[in-house]
Protein backbone atom coordinates (compact mmCIF):
# COMPACT_ATOMS: atom_id res chain seq x y z
CA UNK A 1 0.00 0.00 0.00
CA UNK A 2 2.25 2.59 1.08
CA UNK A 3 4.63 1.66 -1.88
CA UNK A 4 1.32 2.14 -4.62
CA UNK A 5 1.27 5.43 -2.94
CA UNK A 6 5.46 6.63 -3.17
CA UNK A 7 4.94 4.98 -6.93
CA UNK A 8 1.89 7.30 -7.46
CA UNK A 9 4.22 10.47 -5.78
CA UNK A 10 6.65 9.51 -8.79
CA UNK A 11 4.28 9.78 -11.51
CA UNK A 12 3.02 12.93 -10.39
CA UNK A 13 6.32 14.30 -9.51
CA UNK A 14 7.53 12.83 -13.06
CA UNK A 15 4.53 14.48 -14.99
CA UNK A 16 5.44 17.90 -13.67
CA UNK A 17 9.08 18.09 -14.23
CA UNK A 18 8.56 16.85 -17.93
CA UNK A 19 5.74 19.64 -18.35
CA UNK A 20 7.85 22.14 -17.27
CA UNK A 21 10.85 21.01 -19.22
CA UNK A 22 7.92 21.27 -22.27
CA UNK A 23 6.95 24.41 -21.64
CA UNK A 24 10.56 25.83 -21.29
CA UNK A 25 10.83 24.72 -24.58
CA UNK A 26 7.77 26.01 -26.16
CA UNK A 27 8.38 29.40 -24.51
CA UNK A 28 7.29 32.31 -26.74
CA UNK A 29 10.30 34.36 -28.06
CA UNK A 30 9.75 38.22 -27.82
CA UNK A 31 12.23 41.12 -28.59
CA UNK A 32 15.44 41.45 -26.98
CA UNK A 33 15.11 45.03 -25.26
CA UNK A 34 17.41 44.97 -22.14
CA UNK A 35 18.00 48.80 -21.93
CA UNK A 36 21.85 48.09 -21.51
CA UNK A 37 22.60 45.26 -23.15
CA UNK A 38 20.48 45.84 -26.50
CA UNK A 39 22.75 48.90 -27.13
CA UNK A 40 25.94 46.56 -26.73
CA UNK A 41 24.69 44.42 -29.16
CA UNK A 42 24.00 46.77 -31.61
CA UNK A 43 26.87 48.75 -31.23
CA UNK A 44 29.58 45.58 -30.67
CA UNK A 45 28.74 42.65 -32.90
CA UNK A 46 25.69 43.68 -34.99
CA UNK A 47 27.96 44.62 -38.16
CA UNK A 48 28.81 41.55 -38.33
CA UNK A 49 26.54 39.07 -36.95
CA UNK A 50 23.36 40.85 -38.63
CA UNK A 51 21.20 39.12 -41.01
CA UNK A 52 23.04 39.98 -44.62
CA UNK A 53 26.57 40.80 -42.79
CA UNK A 54 29.17 38.24 -43.98
CA UNK A 55 29.26 36.29 -40.65
CA UNK A 56 25.98 35.85 -39.89
CA UNK A 57 26.19 32.14 -40.52
CA UNK A 58 28.56 31.24 -37.64
CA UNK A 59 25.95 33.16 -34.88
CA UNK A 60 22.92 35.85 -36.09
CA UNK A 61 21.95 38.36 -33.91
CA UNK A 62 18.44 39.30 -33.99
CA UNK A 63 17.21 41.62 -31.34
CA UNK A 64 13.55 41.20 -32.77
CA UNK A 65 13.65 37.39 -31.66
CA UNK A 66 15.37 37.28 -27.71
CA UNK A 67 16.65 33.57 -28.76
CA UNK A 68 19.46 34.61 -31.01
CA UNK A 69 20.81 35.76 -27.39
CA UNK A 70 19.06 33.11 -24.96
CA UNK A 71 19.98 30.11 -27.34
CA UNK A 72 23.38 30.92 -27.54
CA UNK A 73 24.29 32.80 -24.18
CA UNK A 74 26.97 30.28 -23.13
CA UNK A 75 28.72 30.49 -26.78
CA UNK A 76 28.27 33.93 -26.30
CA UNK A 77 29.91 34.46 -22.73
CA UNK A 78 33.01 32.06 -24.08
CA UNK A 79 33.78 34.07 -26.66
CA UNK A 80 33.30 37.15 -25.17
CA UNK A 81 34.19 37.22 -21.65
CA UNK A 82 36.13 33.60 -21.51
CA UNK A 83 38.35 33.73 -24.48
CA UNK A 84 37.96 37.05 -25.48
CA UNK A 85 38.06 36.69 -29.12
CA UNK A 86 34.68 38.57 -29.84
CA UNK A 87 33.97 41.38 -30.81
CA UNK A 88 37.57 40.90 -32.72
CA UNK A 89 38.21 44.79 -31.91
CA UNK A 90 38.13 43.99 -27.98
CA UNK A 91 35.80 45.64 -25.36
CA UNK A 92 36.39 48.49 -23.40
CA UNK A 93 36.72 47.46 -19.43
CA UNK A 94 33.17 49.15 -19.24
CA UNK A 95 31.85 47.24 -22.06
CA UNK A 96 33.28 43.98 -20.33
CA UNK A 97 32.24 44.50 -17.39
CA UNK A 98 28.81 45.66 -18.09
CA UNK A 99 28.77 42.12 -20.16
CA UNK A 100 29.93 40.54 -16.84
CA UNK A 101 27.21 42.10 -14.58
CA UNK A 102 24.36 41.32 -17.18
CA UNK A 103 25.39 37.53 -17.46
CA UNK A 104 26.04 37.69 -13.56
CA UNK A 105 22.15 38.70 -13.08
CA UNK A 106 20.63 36.16 -15.41
CA UNK A 107 20.99 37.79 -18.96
CA UNK A 108 17.69 38.95 -19.04
CA UNK A 109 15.92 40.29 -22.20
CA UNK A 110 14.54 43.21 -20.69
C1 LIG B 1 34.46 42.62 -37.06
C2 LIG B 1 33.48 41.58 -37.21
C3 LIG B 1 32.93 40.94 -35.95
C4 LIG B 1 32.38 41.55 -34.84
C5 LIG B 1 32.21 43.04 -34.59
C6 LIG B 1 31.95 40.48 -33.96
N1 LIG B 1 32.22 39.26 -34.52
FE1 LIG B 1 31.73 37.43 -33.75
N2 LIG B 1 32.60 36.53 -35.34
C7 LIG B 1 33.23 37.17 -36.39
C8 LIG B 1 33.87 36.19 -37.24
C9 LIG B 1 34.66 36.47 -38.51
C10 LIG B 1 33.59 34.93 -36.67
C11 LIG B 1 34.05 33.56 -37.13
C12 LIG B 1 35.31 33.27 -36.39
C13 LIG B 1 35.79 31.90 -36.61
O1 LIG B 1 34.98 31.07 -37.04
O2 LIG B 1 36.96 31.68 -36.33
C14 LIG B 1 32.78 35.18 -35.48
C15 LIG B 1 32.28 34.18 -34.67
C16 LIG B 1 31.47 34.41 -33.55
C17 LIG B 1 30.84 33.39 -32.78
C18 LIG B 1 30.87 31.91 -33.07
C19 LIG B 1 32.20 31.32 -32.71
C20 LIG B 1 32.27 29.91 -33.15
O3 LIG B 1 33.17 29.22 -32.67
O4 LIG B 1 31.43 29.45 -33.94
C21 LIG B 1 30.16 33.99 -31.77
C22 LIG B 1 29.30 33.34 -30.68
C23 LIG B 1 30.40 35.40 -31.91
N3 LIG B 1 31.19 35.63 -33.00
C24 LIG B 1 29.88 36.35 -31.06
C25 LIG B 1 30.12 37.71 -31.19
C26 LIG B 1 29.63 38.69 -30.24
C27 LIG B 1 28.80 38.39 -29.01
C28 LIG B 1 30.05 39.90 -30.70
C29 LIG B 1 29.85 41.24 -30.04
C30 LIG B 1 30.23 41.35 -28.64
C31 LIG B 1 30.79 39.68 -31.95
N4 LIG B 1 30.81 38.34 -32.19
C32 LIG B 1 31.35 40.68 -32.73
C33 LIG B 1 33.27 38.53 -36.62
C34 LIG B 1 32.83 39.49 -35.73
Not at 27 to 43: C, L, V, Y
Not at 75 to 98: C, F, N, R
Request: glycine share 6%; aromatic share 14%; hydrophobic share 35%.
Amino acid sequence: MHFRKSLFGLALLLTGLSFSIFSCETKESSAFTNPTMKAFFDNNCSSCHSNGTYNAGSWLYDPSNDKSIQDHIQHIYGEVYVKKTMPPAGLSQADMAAFKAWYDAGHPSN
